[in-house]
Nanobody
């Protein structure tokens, strides 16, 4: 399984971005997918995850109500729609895949390379 994240960039506070994670490998369609982020000088944190069979989603407390995760198994793609972005959302965002439903980074077997999101005026 290989993952490639894209869609990051510079956005003003209150703006929106949509991140994409394109994967390869048949196993991806039956794996849980997630987004994590690592702000400058801080540890990696859980953003959101989505199951492969019913698309049920989980979100970190800091993004609930602002971010939405979705996936299309046929396209091997996961998206993260980010609205009402704030400077504290500035981070490198990475997508990851796991065979279990978890918010723990160490449980994810496959990682994309990350895409930079910067929220600044």
């Amino acid at each position: 399984v290989q993952l490639q994240a894209s869609g990051g960039g510079l956005v003003q506070p209150g703006g929106s971005l949509r991140l994409s994670c394109l994967g390869s490998g048949r196993a991806l369609s039956v794996m849980y997918m997630a987004w994590f982020r690592q702000p400058p000088g801080k540890e990696r944190e859980f953003v959101s995850s989505i199951s492969w069979y019913d698309k049920s989603a989980s979100y970190g407390d800091s993004v609930k109500g602002r971010f939405t995760i979705d996936r299309d198994n046929a396209k091997n793609t996961v998206w993260l729609q980010m609205n009402s972005l704030q400077p504290e959302d500035t981070a490198i965002y990475c997508c990851a895949a796991s065979r279990s439903l978890t918010s723990t980074p160490s449980s994810y077997n496959y990682w994309g390379q990350g895409t930079q999101v910067t929220v600044s005026s």
